[in-house]
C-alpha cells in the first residue's frame, strides 16, 4: 500500500541531486492512525473551551491512550516489520503512536519499495523517497505515514544571538588593527535611553537614538511585565512544573544558570528546582544536519534560564532529544506519557511547513493527545518572518503553525530605567548601514531603513489548516481566507532589546569540552515562549486552576476584554537603536517593526498574534473568563 502524502513537496525531479549517500544512515518514522480521530479531536475541543461542557474534564495519560492510541496488536505488527526488515529501533512511545528507526538509503529503500535520493532545498540536501513509500497490504491500515526523508531535520532553535548580521551585510571578520574603528561609538544601554547617540537625519528628522540594550536582567523582566510585587508575595511560580524540550543536552547547564542567577542576585537552581531527562552523548544522532550539540546549547541555556528568572519558584524539567527530528517526539512523550507537567515550552520549529501532510497529521495526533490530557504545548513562532528568503514563498513554521498548540510570536521591547515598559513594537530589525563620507560626515548606506534584515517574528497564513473556531471573528477574513494564521500571542524576542544569559560554550562537539562562562545577550522567538510558559506557571500558582491548551480561552476574553492584551501597533515614528558589531566594527542603524512582510496592526495581526500577554489576562483564562 503506497503513500503518496509521505513524500515531501519539494522531492520533485528539479531538486534531485542524485542517489542518496550509500555511506550514511537516515532515521525513519512510521506513524500509525489513532482509534477514534473525530473522537480525540472532539475531546481536545471540549477539554479546552470554556464555554463546552466538557470544560477541563482531561483524561489521564493512561485513560488517553486506552481509548485513542493504536492498539497493541497493531503497534506489535508494525514493530515486527521493521525488525524483520533488519532496522534499528530508535523510539517505541507508550503511546504507541509511532516508531523511530534507522537504516541506510538502501536498506530503507527495500523495505519501502522506493529510492532514497538527496534533494536540494532551502539551501540544504536532504535525503527523500524519489516514489511514494509503501508497506504489504496486511500493514496498510495500521500505518497512516511514513517517513523515510530528512525534512525535519530543518528544525531549528528559534534563538538569534545579538550581533548575528546576516553575512549580506559584509564579512564578519575580526578587525586586525586598533586603527580601525567604528563610525560611531555606540556603548550598550542597561536600560532604554541610558545611551543615545547622534546619527544623520532619520524619521521626522530625528537625530538622537538610543544605543542597542547590553541584555535585560531577571529583575528588568520581571519588573517589565508586572510580575514584581507577585514575587515579593511569594507568587512566583511555586508547586508549577515547567516542561522545556530541545535537542541535546548541554553539559554545564546548572553551572551556568547558577552563575547567571549569582550574579544577578538570583535564587539558584537545586537539585528539587532542576530535573532532566536527556540521552548520553553516544545516543546523539544526526549532529551535523541538527546543527550539532553546540548549536543547540544556547537554546536550551536560554530556556532555562529565561524561564528561572520569570518564574524562580517553578520547578523546570528539561527533556531532551536524541536528535532535532524523531528524537524531539520521543522527548515529547515522555513527557505526554506520564504527565510530567501541564505547561511544554518548544522553541524549535521548521522552516516554514515543508513537511509530508501525512507526517504533519503524525505530529497534529501527539498535539491532540497533550490537549486531552489538558497540557498546553507552547512553540515558537520563528524568528525568520515569513521565510520567503527561505523558501522562496510566504510560509508560518509548523508546529507553531497547528491549530492544536499556542504559537508565540515577538516583540521588541523597552524597558525604563525605573523598570517599566517604556514602548513595544513587534519584532522585526531592518539594518542600513551607518557610513563615513569622504568630507567625514555620516550617512546611510541605503535609503531607510536599510535591506539588511537580521530577523523578526514567524507567522503568517498556514497551507496546511483551516481556520479553527476559536479564530474565526478575531482573525480578518481578509489576512486568514479561512485558514489557520499563527501566532497567537507575543512576548520579547528582539536580541538588541535582549535577555542576558550565561553559558560555557562548548567547544568540541565531539568531547563536549566547554570554554570559559561567558555572558551574551539573546532574542528569538525562543525567549518569547519560555517567557510565556513562565508566566502560565505563575498564573496557574496564583489561581489555582490549570490552564491546558489556552487558544480557546484567549480568543475567548478576547471577544469580551480586548484590553486585557496588550495590543501591539505600528509606532509613530518608527522606533530605531543603534548597534555597532564588535566583529566587524560595522555600526548600523537598526529599524524595528520591519518583519518582511508580516505587519503588526490594532488587534489581531501576524507578527504578535493577540498582543502581548499579562498576569492580569492569563489570569482571567486560567479562571475560565469568558
Given at each position: 500500500?503506497?503513500?503518496a ?13 542524485g ?11 512510521i506513524?500509525?492512525p ?7 479531536e472532539?475531546l481536545?475541543?471540549?477539554?479546552s473551551n ?34 524483520t526488515?533488519g ?20 536498506q ?15 539551501g540544504?540536501?536532504?535525503v527523500?523517497p ?14 497512516s ?12 532553535p528559534?534563538?538569534i544571538?545579538?550581533?548575528d ?12 588593527s586598533a586603527a ?47 510580575l ?6 511569594g ?20 553551572k551556568d ?13 537545586t ?5 532532566q ?12 544536519a ?14 532555562v ?10 520547578r ?5 532529544g ?14 505526554l ?15 516554514g511547513?515543508a ?16 490537549a486531552?490530557?489538558?497540557i498546553g ?5 520563528g ?19 497547528s ?11 523597552g ?14 530589525d ?5 557610513v ?6 555620516l550617512?546611510y ?14 507567522g ?12 474565526r471573528?478575531?482573525?480578518?477574513q481578509?489576512?486568514?481566507k ?7 500571542v ?7 532589546t ?8 562548548i567547544?568540541d562537539?565531539t ?11 539573546y532574542g528569538?522567538?525562543s525567549?518569547?515562549?519560555p517567557?510565556?510558559a ?10 489555582g ?16 476584554l480586548?484590553s ?7 509606532p509613530?515614528?518608527?522606533k ?12 548600523y542603524?537598526?529599524?524595528?517593526d520591519?518583519d ?12 504578535t ?5 499579562s498576569?492580569t489576562l ?9
Amino acid at each position: 500500500m503506497p503513500f503518496a502524502n509521505s513524500v515531501p513537496s519539494w522531492a520533485t525531479a528539479q531538486n534531485d541531486a542524485g542517489a542518496a549517500p550509500a555511506d550514511t544512515t537516515v532515521q525513519g518514522e512510521i506513524y500509525l492512525p489513532l482509534r477514534d480521530q473525530k473522537g480525540a479531536e472532539t475531546l481536545a475541543k471540549q477539554v479546552s473551551n470554556p464555554s463546552l461542557s466538557g470544560y477541563r474534564r482531561a483524561l489521564s495519560p493512561q485513560q488517553w491512550i486506552a481509548r485513542f492510541s493504536p492498539t497493541q496488536a497493531d503497534y506489535d505488527a508494525v514493530l515486527a516489520f521493521l525488525k524483520t526488515a533488519g532496522l534499528t529501533i530508535q523510539g517505541e512511545p507508550a503511546s504507541r503512536q509511532y516508531v523511530v528507526f534507522r537504516g541506510t538509503p538502501q536498506q530503507l529503500g527495500s523495505v519501502f519499495g522506493t529510492s532514497l535520493h538527496s534533494y536540494k532545498v532551502a539551501g540544504h540536501e536532504l535525503v527523500a523517497p524519489s516514489s511514494a513509500p509503501s508497506v504489504p497490504a496486511a500493514l496498510g491500515a495500521k500505518v497512516s505515514a511514513i517517513s523515510v526523508e530528512q525534512s525535519r531535520t530543518m528544525t531549528r532553535p528559534n534563538s538569534i544571538k545579538q550581533g548575528d548580521v546576516p553575512a549580506s551585510a559584509a564579512p564578519q571578520v575580526q578587525r586586525k588593527s586598533a586603527a580601525v574603528a567604528p563610525v560611531i561609538t555606540t556603548p550598550c544601554s542597561h536600560y532604554i535611553g541610558e545611551n543615545t547617540v547622534t546619527v544623520p537625519a532619520a524619521y521626522n528628522g530625528q537625530t538622537t537614538y538610543p544605543t542597542y540594550n547590553c541584555g535585560y536582567t531577571p529583575q528588568q523582566m520581571r519588573s517589565a511585565y508586572g510580575l514584581t510585587d507577585l514575587t515579593k508575595r511569594g507568587v512566583n511560580g511555586s508547586g508549577q512544573t515547567v516542561a522545556i524540550i530541545d535537542a541535546y543536552a548541554s553539559p554545564t547547564i546548572v553551572k551556568d544558570a547558577n552563575s547567571l542567577a549569582a550574579q544577578n542576585g538570583e535564587p539558584p537552581l537545586t537539585n528539587s528546582s532542576y530535573q532532566q531527562l536527556v540521552p548520553s552523548p553516544s545516543e546523539f544522532t544526526d549532529q551535523a544536519a541538527c546543527q550539532y550539540p553546540s548549536g543547540w546549547q544556547s537554546e536550551q541555556t536560554l530556556d532555562v534560564e529565561s524561564v528561572h528568572s520569570i518564574a524562580p519558584g517553578a520547578r523546570i524539567l528539561y527533556v531532551g532529544g536524541t536528535d532535532c527530528s524523531g528524537g524531539l517526539d520521543i522527548a515529547m512523550s515522555k513527557i505526554l506519557d506520564n504527565k510530567l507537567a501541564n505547561i511544554v515550552s518548544n522553541s524549535y520549529g521548521n522552516i516554514g511547513e515543508a513537511v509530508p501532510a501525512d507526517v504533519i497529521q503524525g505530529e497534529v495526533n501527539i498535539q491532540l493527545q497533550a490537549a486531552g490530557e489538558g497540557i498546553g504545548l507552547y512553540f515558537s513562532s520563528g524568528d525568520n518572518g515569513d521565510e520567503v528568503e527561505n523558501l522562496g514563498y510566504p510560509s508560518p513554521d509548523f508546529p507553531a503553525s497547528s491549530p492544536w498548540v499556542t504559537s508565540v510570536g515577538g516583540t521588541s521591547l523597552g524597558i525604563d530605567k525605573n523598570g517599566r515598559n517604556a514602548w513595544e513594537t513587534g519584532w522585526g530589525d531592518q539594518l542600513d548601514k551607518i557610513v563615513k563620507n569622504a568630507d567625514g560626515t555620516l550617512a546611510y548606506a541605503e535609503p531607510l531603513p536599510g535591506s539588511l534584515f537580521a530577523g523578526g517574528a514567524g507567522g503568517g497564513v498556514s497551507a496546511v489548516f483551516p481556520a479553527p473556531d476559536y479564530q474565526r471573528g478575531i482573525v480578518p477574513q481578509a489576512l486568514s481566507k479561512g485558514y489557520r494564521v499563527s501566532p497567537d500571542v507575543a512576548a520579547l524576542a528582539d536580541p538588541y532589546t535582549g535577555f542576558q544569559i550565561g553559558l560555557s560554550p562548548i567547544v568540541d562537539d565531539t568531547t563536549l569540552a566547554t570554554g570559559a562562562y561567558v555572558n551574551e545577550t539573546y532574542g528569538g522567538t525562543s525567549l518569547a515562549t519560555p517567557i510565556v510558559a513562565a508566566q502560565i506557571a505563575i498564573v496557574q500558582q496564583a489561581t489555582g486552576r490549570t490552564i491546558g491548551f489556552a487558544n480557546p480561552t484567549l480568543y475567548s476574553v478576547k471577544r469580551v476584554l480586548p484590553s486585557a492584551f496588550r495590543d501591539v501597533v505600528p509606532p509613530n515614528p518608527p522606533k530605531a537603536l543603534v548597534y555597532t558589531s564588535a566583529r566587524s566594527g560595522n555600526t548600523y542603524f537598526i529599524t524595528l517593526d520591519r518583519d518582511t512582510s508580516l505587519k503588526t496592526a490594532v488587534g489581531y495581526d501576524d507578527v504578535t498574534g493577540l498582543g502581548g500577554v499579562s498576569f492580569t489576562l492569563l489570569s482571567l483564562v486560567a479562571q475560565g473568563r469568558h
